[in-house]
């Protein structure tokens, strides 16, 4: 679908994109957008490498993105497309409710993470939320991020120990960049990218990704 932008002189309205490779998932979740009050379905994308092409021209405030997408995953559409839509809201719909696509997913980018079987209503109500500056998830999955933050509270007593080089890489780490690009940002080699990565995981104990960016919001000694 091409993107259709709303009339400019209704700035009100949420607009909202959706990649979603199901045809009938697709066409539910946008009827569900066109009929609801103050809102326009701008974009619809049946892969990531179509959105993130095509989405810059919609510029959504909110983006409705599945995980299970062919070829690019959803998390990584995500990843990809907060850089060019910095202003952009994203909202996970899926069926996984596990720590790691959670996890991922946030660190990616995304704002809020709902389940496949929200109601319309409950999907209305959390558009506006993450619209209006709220983090709408399942309340199972807002469980499951509650559970894994407080089960790595020991381990945040070591980040005071990390340097502002190591909070610099951890901060990128969180947000979902590939070590390749770390190394870019950061003038480094990527061995040494590797070996930054061992001593953040000695020092916060944990034992990958999704762990230290579990923690990352909660770091005493965290560098913006």
């Given amino acids: 679908m091409e993107c259709n932008p709303p009339d400019p002189v209704q700035p009100s309205i949420i607009t909202v994109a959706v990649v979603e490779d199901d045809e009938s998932v697709r066409e539910v979740l946008t009827s569900w957008i066109q009929k609801a009050?103050?809102?326009?379905?701008?974009?619809?994308?049946?892969?990531?490498?179509?959105?993130?092409?095509?989405?810059?021209?919609?510029?959504?405030s909110v983006a409705l993105v599945d995980i299970n997408l062919p070829g690019l995953s959803g998390i990584e559409c995500v990843r990809r497309l907060k850089l060019l839509l910095p202003e952009t809201?994203?909202?996970?719909?899926?069926?996984?409710?596990?720590?790691?696509?959670?996890?991922?997913?946030?660190?990616?980018?995304?704002?809020g993470y709902l389940l496949k079987?929200?109601?319309r209503e409950a999907l209305i109500m959390?558009?506006?939320?993450?619209?209006?500056?709220g983090s709408p998830m399942t309340s199972n999955i807002a469980r499951k991020v509650v559970q894994a933050l407080q089960q790595s509270k020991?381990?945040?007593?070591?980040?005071?120990?990390?340097?502002?080089?190591?909070?610099?890489?951890?901060?990128?780490?969180?947000q979902g960049?590939?070590?390749?690009?770390?190394?870019?940002l950061m003038n480094i080699r990527l061995p040494t990218v590797n070996s930054f990565v061992r001593r953040i995981?000695?020092?916060?104990?944990?034992?990958s990704r999704t762990q230290a960016a579990a923690l990352y919001a909660d770091l005493p000694g965290r560098h913006d």
């Fill in 154 to 174: 020991p381990g945040v007593k070591a980040a005071a120990e990390l340097s502002k080089r190591e909070n610099e890489l951890l901060a990128l780490l969180a």
């Fill in 89 to 111: 809201q994203f909202v996970m719909v899926t069926v996984y409710e596990d720590s790691a696509h959670i996890f991922d997913a946030l660190a990616a980018g995304a704002t």
């Fill in 117 to 119: 079987r929200t109601t």
């Fill in 177 to 184: 960049y590939l070590y390749k690009e770390i190394a870019g």
């Fill in 126 to 133: 959390a558009l506006r939320d993450v619209h209006a500056g």
């Fill in 201 to 207: 995981y000695e020092k916060l104990h944990v034992r």
């Fill in 37 to 60: 009050e103050g809102f326009a379905c701008v974009g619809q994308y049946a892969d990531a490498e179509s959105a993130v092409v095509r989405m810059v021209d919609c510029k959504p």
